[in-house]
């Protein structure tokens, strides 16, 4: 299953985010790190992430991976909401499209799918 979100995340970053950048796991004597490669400048790290990528992509990758996982997991006969909470705002206004397209196009949340930013207004995308 780790496979599946790994190929999820990296197909999404690239396809429909287009970000230069790839998604890893470590094994498991290291405790299934998260490791992120900058495909452009071959940067690879597993620690101290947010010393060498910045917040928006290490959010983008965080909402990724809990929306593959959620895939694997989802029952379809089920109710579902959606909470967004104020991560959305780190991400730059690009992306922050892109998550929201992706949300509506590519999950069943669909039309119940909202953003409230900290700035206190309601964004439909």
Known sequence: KYDFIID???IELSA???EPIEFSLGDATNGYEIVLKNK???LSRSLELDKFFNEAIINLVQLLIWFSAVQLAEDNTKKCIIVLDDFITSLDTANRAYVMR???TFTRFGSRTFCWSIRKDIRYY
Request: proline share 0%.
């Open 102 to 104: 992706y949300i509506l």
């Open 8 to 10: 999820n995340v990296n």
């Open 40 to 42: 452009e400048t071959q």
């Open 16 to 18: 429909f985010f287009y």
